[in-house]
């Protein structure tokens, strides 16, 4: 968020304010999996990195990527089930 509020776009910030909330139940699943944790921090920091040294295509590259590593997090808790009863 620290981000979209630096963006100043009022519309862009409720926009992903409400999106966030919608997610939020899946980001509380993150807690389960280490993993997806450490992945998610490391994306954080290449974006801001690359944004930092002014690389605005990197910093896009980055997004991307991390949107691609949440939504399969999501789509794993979704529709994975765990058979630990049989």
Request: hydrophobic share 45%; aromatic share 6%.
């Amino acid at each position: 968020m620290l981000i979209t509020r630096a963006s100043n776009n009022g519309r862009l910030i409720h926009s992903l304010s409400m999106l966030r909330s919608q997610l939020s139940m899946f980001q509380m699943q993150d807690t389960f999996y280490p993993e997806r944790m450490a992945i998610a921090l490391n994306d954080h920091e290449q974006v801001l990195l690359a944004l930092l040294a002014g690389n605005v295509e990197e910093a896009a590259d980055c997004l991307a990527r991390h949107i691609r590593n949440a939504k399969e997090g999501v789509l794993a808790d979704i529709f994975f089930e765990r058979k630990e009863d049989v």
